[in-house]
């Protein structure tokens, strides 16, 4: 290591690579002898890293990479990796949810018109779906409803029961806060709680397009289900709530501040939903003539 080192600084027309093969030694092995364990940028980047893992410790360290260059960082992911590996901030392996079989009901079933539907702008395409939640002594019921194209959750409802009440609530969410024009695909499994009559009503006079999944296809719902196994994992399982206003609180917290405004999302180039859509709805404005 030493002779490679003093052939270096005299200037030696061998590359580095070239004396490392001669001598048999790693050339990765004689960068990490030669150079100092620690450095301050290294310091100042696993410092950040912590900051960021506290915040979305669920990350890897693909999304953990985007979140540094956000800060100013440049970096490669090879790097994070190895940082992370050193403190061991890894993300949790997670396993595959066990699906039910469809329950049948005699209330309408509606073609799946989002099947190969590719929304290229906000308000194309809803899609819908509840899950539980488990507390101390109890179960309650989060319905959310999220834009397809921007993946940014618009409506949601946490109760204690799974009536029909819980996604007209989730639904009226969306509603008041999208105002959407007619002609939006409103798609959702074929649960009782989205074929009830009610909801049908709500969806016709606001002008949305009804779709369901085919029956026992969780798949034909993929970005719902996957909000869902996010919010499991992010948020329900590593809280332990009191109550359900407690749980009321801190998921609403999750799906407002965290989900939407913060965390960064693989299919939308490493930005939050909020900013994405904002960013889309700025660039549409510049393309509109003066």
Sequence with gaps: MRLIRSERESGSPLSTARMCRLLSVSRAAFYRWSEPKEKGADMDMRSAIHEIALEQPWYGYRPMTHALRRRGFTVNEKRVRRLMRLDNLVGSKRSLRTYLRAKRHGLPRYENHAAGFVPTSIDRLWISDFTYVRLRAAFIF???????????????????????????????????????????????????????????????????????????????????????????????????????????????????????????????????????????????????PA
């Design 142 to 288: 989060v319905a959310v409803i999220l834009d397809a194209f921007s993946r940014r959750a618009i409506g949601w409802a946490i109760a204690s029961h799974m009536r029909t009440e819980l996604t007209i609530e989730a639904l009226q969410m969306a509603l008041r806060r999208r105002r959407p024009k007619s002609g939006v695909i409103l798609h959702s499994d074929g649960g009782v709680q989205y074929a009830a009559l009610e909801y049908g009503e709500i969806m016709i006079k606001n002008g949305l397009i009804p779709s369901m999944s085919r029956p026992g296809t969780p798949t034909d719902n993929a970005l719902c289900e996957r909000f869902m196994k996010t919010l499991k994992y992010e948020e329900v399982l590593v809280n332990e709530y009191a109550d359900i206003d407690d749980a009321k609180r801190s998921i609403e917290h999750f799906i407002e501040i965290v989900y939407n405004r913060k965390r960064l999302h693989s299919a939308l180039g490493y930005v939050p939903p909020a900013e994405f859509e904002a960013n889309h709805v700025k660039q549409l404005t510049q393309l509109i």
